[in-house]
């Protein structure tokens, strides 16, 4: 158990649509992560947040945007859905930044339909 | 931007057989840190690596820094078929603001 918890662990929905997915972070992590991986592909770097601010952004669609709440919890929004965002969505954690490991939830899979 | 290359992408060994799989940045790294991902499962932290040269064990698993700190390698002795899944290297970009992940080398272990 990495001390990540992802919500929910499975999504199904249509084209068009808007879903959220949510992280809660392992205690004492300041930092989350959000990453896309595609069928068989690598991790696609999405977004990071430390302590509530945004710290730094890979290749996030405008469709896509997250937010960090004082909880320290994050939440991954992506609208206007497509068929090509079916995957899978991790969530991460670290003390602070890139230079400590990271811990990551079981993931979101999402199927668009 | 940072690019973070692994080879081979995929792996087929015998039980037994010795692993390796290789690491490759574009760019200088302060550190590198290896994941390893089972099948459905989520990645999980292996080690990290920071001085150069640096030569790391875990029990069957061996970890290298390259000199240049520029290139990474894990070789597993004697594969098991709980080491099968995918093993991602990765690396801060020069901000330090992002970890780059290589593509990952996807190891298949046959009985």
């Known amino acids: 158990d990495s001390g990540v918890t992802q919500t929910p662990k499975h999504l199904i929905t249509a084209t068009g649509q808007r879903v959220t997915l949510r992280c809660s972070p392992r205690?004492?992590?300041?930092?989350v992560y959000w990453y896309q991986q595609s069928l068989d592909q690598g991790l696609q770097f999405l977004i990071q947040?430390?302590?509530?601010?945004?710290?730094a952004k890979g290749n996030i669609l405008e469709r896509f945007s997250a937010q960090q709440f004082p909880d320290l919890h994050s939440e991954l929004n992506l609208s206007s859905l497509e068929l090509g965002d079916s995957a899978l969505y991790f969530c991460?954690?670290?003390?602070?930044?890139?230079?400590?490991?990271?811990?990551f939830g079981d993931g979101t899979r999402l199927s668009i339909l | 931007g940072q690019q973070v290359m692994q080879i081979p992408q995929y792996q087929h060994v015998q039980e037994g057989e010795d692993f390796t799989t290789y690491c490759n940045s574009s760019t200088t790294l302060s550190n590198i840190q290896w994941y390893k991902q089972r099948p459905g499962g989520h990645p999980v932290f292996l080690i990290q690596l920071v001085k150069s040269g640096e030569v790391k064990k875990q029990k069957r698993l061996t970890f290298q820094f390259g000199e240049a700190k520029k290139n990474s390698s894990l070789h597993i002795t004697a594969t098991q078929t709980t080491d099968v899944g995918t093993y991602f290297c990765a690396g801060p970009n020069n901000a330090g603001n992002m970890l780059t992940f290589g593509g990952g080398t996807r190891l298949m272990v046959k009985p």
């Open positions: 205690s004492g992590d300041l930092s």
């Open positions: 947040y430390y302590n509530g601010e945004e710290r």
């Open positions: 991460a954690s670290s003390v602070s930044g890139v230079y400590q490991p990271q811990h």
